[in-house]
């Protein structure tokens, strides 16, 4: 028997919960008050100002082409990249389909080769584990790697109020923890801000830095270097994230290109890695498929310089104490949705960011979170839950640039139009938006009404007075798209009515 | 070949002289061109902007008006886009498969117009005169959601008389994405700015695409800046003939009125 068009699920879902025919009661997202996963200001307002700095839009302009070149000419040479990515794709949907059996895995592994695993509900509860590992060595510093989680959490500011210092070694992230700024990139942190503009920086907060430091890079290099090796030799605990998990051996991965990383995976004795749960892949071999599609996306490289790869603890060689804090932070939520799961698949290239025209325009600092660009779009809403960061989803124009360059083929364009849905939907109390386009909607599927409406719609065109188009102040919502677009005047006729009418017969 | 032509809700009520080429262009190519009059809306802008619920009856009405039609025509890529990629997803989503399985059906004999001529009817020059100088842009949903790739050019290289000129940045968007252009004014008014200042580096007359929504945009940048060179669609340049040159040579495409 056919399903009748009229009829609708019959039990009553909670807003954002999947259409699968249960009963969902809703899962926790990541707590508000802690860690960098909400702005303060709604996404067109961040930007407004953003758009507004010459000096922002250059330093971006300039940073994305030149990435994008050197991405596009490495992918390129790759014969099978597109069989690649659908490879990296099924992996991140296979591995997700039994998280919570490769979680285990890697827990049990981990734990075989010396580690402790530690579960983490929330960035509170995983802050507070690591405060409390760093206290236990009775250190009241540690050095931090490069990492995304970490930053997601609010870690440093978590440390600091124990009293911890962290000092970033990824040269990006040290401009922008010594410029007291914060990240404006998945991989390029300090995208926004050029070479002058680092060596003000340098010049104003690093002690005993040479007065006649000038931009070249090279010399900013050597600065930042002479200040971290200082740092290194004497950190007693590290801090980390993670780039992959493998479960079957409890590998954890770090790719990166300055070294700096590998100088606290290896001297500390004691290392604490922060890992979201999405990143683990069940298999060795899997790192295959994700160590060729990752480099290229991200950096542009065929390799990166520095893939370090540990297990647990080794007598006598690296920290002899390893913690891995497994977090979730509203990830779980995320893959309790049926579109917006892919978000999860994120291996955190940020080539997104790079080919995306809003990003590159309003640059990372708009979008409020640690994950900017199409990505963060897709992924910060969804560990917040949809209403905390309603603006983002809307933060693009869907051109369609960001899922063609995914290594993992993430539908970001049909994901922020779930989301956008779903904000729609969550609403309790009708918008005057809502009120239009519930208008709209039985307008478009009525012809007589619709041609009733067009008609009306061509009397607009007696605004212009008998010019080509419609004068300018306009009231709103129009005049968002009259205060920098003409819009023409529109026809007394509409085409459908014109042909009918000389067909009549 | 009897074609059903699809105007769209914004070149029927905005811009009625592109679905006007777009017959003409069919007839003169040999075609019998029938306008279904009960057509309104694809239902992208409710699905897009997250009224994918609302968009349900808007799709059954395009359904419904076009049950029957041997091939649909649109003269736009991201309405046609729309068809292929949404219209089923919507409708399925609302438990309303019936409306689904018709949807997907009728969008495997929906074209977009360049993808049309090219692959259906296997034509490239269409015998149109337009003697201006052009550059094409190429819109996000025609070039990334329906690959119709260089199509439109193959098609404007045959154009006599058309000086056809490469518009640099050519793939970045341009600003417009439905509510997008209101929703985020500011961003979107940066990227218009970007692509007009692409399109003036030209020195072209003419800024051709193949959807109007993006051209209404692009155009009504240029417009307000009282810049010379204007909008017109690729349905509008390929319509074009000898015989409908306008006295005054102006940019205005040759369509019979």
Same mark, same amino acid.
């Given at each position: 028997m056919a399903i009748s068009a009229a009829s609708s699920d019959p039990t009553p879902l909670a807003?954002?919960?999947?259409?699968?025919g249960t009963t969902f009661l809703g899962l926790p997202t990541a707590p508000r008050g802690? +860690? =960098?996963?909400?702005?303060?200001?709604?996404f067109p307002d961040a930007a407004r100002t953003a758009l507004r700095d010459g000096q922002l839009r250059a330093n971006l302009g300039r940073a994305t082409t030149t990435i994008r070149g050197k991405r596009a000419a490495v992918v390129a040479e790759v014969p099978h990249w597109e069989q690649l990515r659908q490879a990296g794709k099924a992996l991140k949907a296979a591995t997700m389909a039994r998280l919570d059996e490769h979680l285990e895995e890697l827990e049990r592994q981990v734990t075989a080769r010396g580690g402790t695993v530690h579960w983490a509900r929330d960035a509170t509860e995983a802050n507070r584990i690591v405060t409390g590992l760093v206290r236990a060595t009775g250190s009241d510093e540690v050095v931090k790697v490069k990492s995304m989680a970490t930053q997601e959490i609010g870690l440093n500011e978590a440390l600091e109020a124990a009293g911890i210092e962290a000092i970033e070694t990824d040269l990006a992230e040290l401009i922008v923890q010594l410029g007291e700024d914060s990240p404006s =990139?998945?991989?390029?942190?300090?995208? =926004? %801000?050029n070479r002058s503009e680092i060596r003000e920086i340098f010049s104003r907060?690093?002690?005993?830095? !040479?007065? +006649?430091?000038? !931009?070249e890079p090279r010399q900013l290099a050597m600065a930042a270097r002479t200040h971290l090796r200082e740092r290194f030799l004497c950190a007693r605990v590290a801090v980390s994230g993670a780039n992959f998990a493998v479960a079957e051996t409890g590998t954890l991965a770090v790719v990166e290109s300055e070294g700096n990383g590998r100088m606290c995976l290896t001297l500390p004795q004691t290392l604490i890695t922060v890992m979201g749960? @999405? %990143?683990?892949?069940?298999?060795?071999?899997d790192l295959g498929v994700f160590l060729q599609l990752l480099p290229r996306s991200s950096? +542009? @490289?065929?390799?990166?310089?520095y893939t370090s790869l540990w297990a647990g603890v080794t007598p006598g060689d690296g920290p002899q104490d390893f913690h891995l804090v497994l977090l979730d932070n509203g990830r779980t939520a995320v893959l309790a949705d049926e579109v917006g799961r @892919?978000?999860? &698949? *994120?291996?955190? *290239?940020s080539a997104c960011l790079n080919v995306c025209p809003v990003y590159e325009r309003a640059?990372? &600092?708009? /979008?409020?979170?640690? /994950?900017?660009g199409p990505i963060g779009a897709v992924l910060s809403p969804q560990l917040t839950g949809v209403? !905390?960061?309603?603006s983002l989803p809307y933060a693009?124009?869907? *051109?369609g640039a960001c899922y063609d360059v995914c290594p993992v083929a993430i539908d970001i364009p049909s994901i922020l139009v779930h989301l956008r849905a779903e904000h729609v939907e969550a609403q309790t109390r009708p918008t005057a938006e809502a009120v239009a386009f519930r208008g709209l909607s039985r307008v478009m599927s009525n012809p007589r009404l619709w041609h009733l409406a067009q008609r009306a719609a061509g009397?607009?065109?007696?605004?212009?007075? +008998?010019?080509?188009t419609l004068p300018a102040?306009?009231?709103p919502p129009a005049s968002a798209w009259t205060r920098t677009r003409d819009l023409p005047t529109p026809p007394g006729r509409s085409f459908v009515q014109q042909w009918t009418e000389e067909h009549r017969s | 070949m009897r074609v059903a032509l699809f105007a769209t809700c914004l070149v029927d009520t905005m811009v009625p002289q592109v679905a006007r080429a777009t017959a003409t262009l069919l007839e003169r190519l040999g075609h019998e061109v029938v306008v279904p009059p009960t057509q309104a809306c694809c239902g992208q802008m409710h699905v897009n902007t997250g009224y994918r619920r609302e968009a349900v009856p808007i799709v059954a009405n395009h359904v419904r008006a076009f049950t029957g039609a041997e091939a649909v025509v649109a003269p736009s890529g991201s309405c046609v886009a729309s068809i292929h990629h949404q219209q089923a997803m919507v409708a399925r989503r609302a438990g309303e498969h019936a409306l689904a399985d018709e949807a997907e059906a009728l969008a495997a004999r929906t074209y977009e117009l360049s993808q049309f001529l090219?692959?259906? $009817?296997?034509?490239?020059?269409?015998g149109a005169y337009y003697p201006h100088r052009v550059t094409y842009h190429p819109t996000c949903h025609s070039l990334r $959601? $329906?690959?119709?790739?260089?199509r439109p050019l193959q098609l404007l290289r045959a154009v006599r008389g058309l000086d056809l000129v490469e518009l640099p940045g050519?793939?970045?968007?341009?600003?417009?994405g439905g509510t997008f252009a209101v929703k985020n004014a500011d961003t979107s008014t940066a990227m218009l700015t970007d692509k007009m200042a692409n399109v003036l580096s030209t020195h072209a007359e003419v800024c051709t695409a193949g959807d109007s929504s993006c051209l209404m945009h692009i155009g009504g940048g240029l417009s307000r800046l009282r810049s010379g060179t204007r909008t017109v669609h690729l349905a509008e340049i390929l319509a074009s003939t000898e015989e409908h040159m306008s006295p005054t040579q102006t940019t205005a495409p040759a369509v019979p009125a």
């Open positions: 807003p954002g919960a999947p259409r699968s802690v +860690g =960098h996963l909400r702005g303060t200001q709604s =990139h998945i991989l390029v942190p300090a995208i =926004h %801000k907060t690093i002690p005993g830095v !040479d007065p +006649g430091l000038t !931009d749960i @999405e %990143k683990v892949v069940p298999r060795w071999e950096t +542009g @490289e065929r390799m990166n310089p @892919e978000a999860l &698949h *994120c291996i955190r *290239c640059g990372g &600092h708009a /979008y409020g979170s640690v /994950y900017p209403e !905390d960061n309603a693009s124009s869907l *051109c009397l607009g065109r007696f605004l212009a007075r +008998g010019r080509p102040a306009l009231p | 090219v692959d259906v $009817l296997g034509v490239v020059d269409v $959601l $329906l690959r119709v790739g260089d050519a793939e970045s968007c341009c600003g417009f």
